[in-house]
């Protein structure tokens, strides 16, 4: 297996647990963070082979990546191989003047802020650090550094949230002005004490997702941001793509190399996940061994159902020619009569399919009735 060009590596590190976090994390452990990144780069040489020498898109996400002690997060960056677009993820609180240039000069190019909201009541429910200043002031930072694609994460459903308080936090997000928006539902698993705290504000704000999404899509669709996947929406420009290369990947069902604890991999028909435990981690790439891994042989039917079910989420066709089988043509007829879905043909006459603005919006439960 060889050429694979999108690279995810995972900093678990934080300086604290949100309370809806359910990512592979680790609080603290200053004192690790060279033995991790030394296991990172250990792991990243044993699967060069699976990797081109350039890549299209490096991501480093966690975590709280710019937690990670600054010196072992350059001596990281400095290893990467060369990518078209190298994110990292970064907490507002985490961002000075010095680690903006840092991240510039080793080659970061998109930075990806967790902002979350710019209410302090709802940032303090999330056990959010940053406040709405610090965000801005961030922000200035990076520009400053010299950044000019920087992406805001925002999360709508809070506890204590109104359709008032989301429409303030995207029109602050807009008079900042980042090329990229990811708006995201609020997920809190069930038995965490987040749900334990808010178990019945999170029954309320269930019922009121409909009407945030729409609010999302329609402000942010009408201050020209494209809406180019479910939750994600980017300026428009003549001079490139600002849509979040790396993620797109995944959409678009390219193969993919995921290194540190937790992280996913997919190559060549097969999907693993390395262990979460940092111990066992570190222990066997310090031993020259892979990580213990869980691996998933994946069919070529699982594969192009998730490439149906991922590709539908854009706003682009998604054409269908090595997809046969997979979507229920009674299904496609009865949702199309209904102005959810559209057919049409690609620039080779190949049939394509796509959810129409409507359909978007009821997005998942249209995908899933077109799957055979």
């Known amino acids: 297996m060889s050429g694979g060009r999108h690279l995810y590596v995972h900093l678990p590190f934080c300086a604290q647990r949100c309370g809806y976090c359910d990512f592979v994390t680790v609080i603290g452990r200053e004192a690790q963070h060279a033995a991790y990144v030394d296991a990172l780069l250990a792991e990243l040489e044993l699967e060069r082979p699976a990797l081109s020498p350039e890549l299209d898109t490096a991501f480093l996400g966690g975590g709280t990546p710019t937690f990670t002690e600054a010196q072992e997060l350059e001596r990281l960056l400095a290893a990467l191989p060369p990518a078209r677009e190298l994110t990292v993820e970064a907490n507002p609180e985490t961002v000075t003047q010095e680690l903006a240039r840092m991240l510039r000069r080793f080659g970061v190019n998109r930075v990806s802020l967790g ?82 705290a808010h178990g019945a504000e999170l029954e309320r704000q269930a019922d009121a997702m409909e009407t945030y999404f729409e609010l999302v899509v329609d402000r942010l669709t009408g201050a020209g941001y494209r809406w180019y996947e479910t939750a994600n929406f980017c300026r428009p420009s003549p001079s490139r793509d600002l849509r979040a290369q790396h993620n797109l990947a995944y959409w678009l069902g390219r193969d993919y190399l995921g290194i540190g604890i937790g992280a996913v991999s997919t190559i060549g028909g097969r999907r693993w996940r390395n262990t979460p435990r940092l111990a066992a981690y ?30 539908l989420r854009l706003d682009e066709p998604l054409g269908l020619a090595d997809l046969d089988g997979v979507v229920d043509s009674s299904a496609f007829a009865r949702l199309q009569q209904l102005g959810l879905v ?19 919006l009821l997005g998942g439960g249209v995908t899933a009735d077109l799957l055979a």
């Open 115 to 196: 902002v979350q909201s710019f209410q302090p009541h709802l940032l303090q429910v999330l056990e959010r650090v940053a406040q709405p200043d610090t965000v801005r002031r961030t922000f200035y930072h990076l520009r400053d550094a010299g950044f000019d694609n920087i992406s805001f994460d925002l999360i709508y459903g809070i506890p204590g949230q109104s359709a008032a308080t989301l429409e303030a936090d995207l029109r602050e997000a807009l008079d900042l002005g980042p090329e990229h928006l990811s708006c995201y539902e609020l997920e809190a698993k069930p038995g965490t004490r987040f749900t334990y």
């Open 282 to 311: 570190i222990r066997s790439l310090d031993g020259g061994e892979r990580p213990t891994r869980d691996v998933e042989p994946l069919s070529p039917e699982v594969l192009r159902r998730e490439r149906l079910m991922l590709g």
């Open 342 to 360: 559209r057919s049409g043909r690609d620039a080779t006459g190949g049939p394509t399919l796509e959810l129409t603005p409507r359909g978007r």
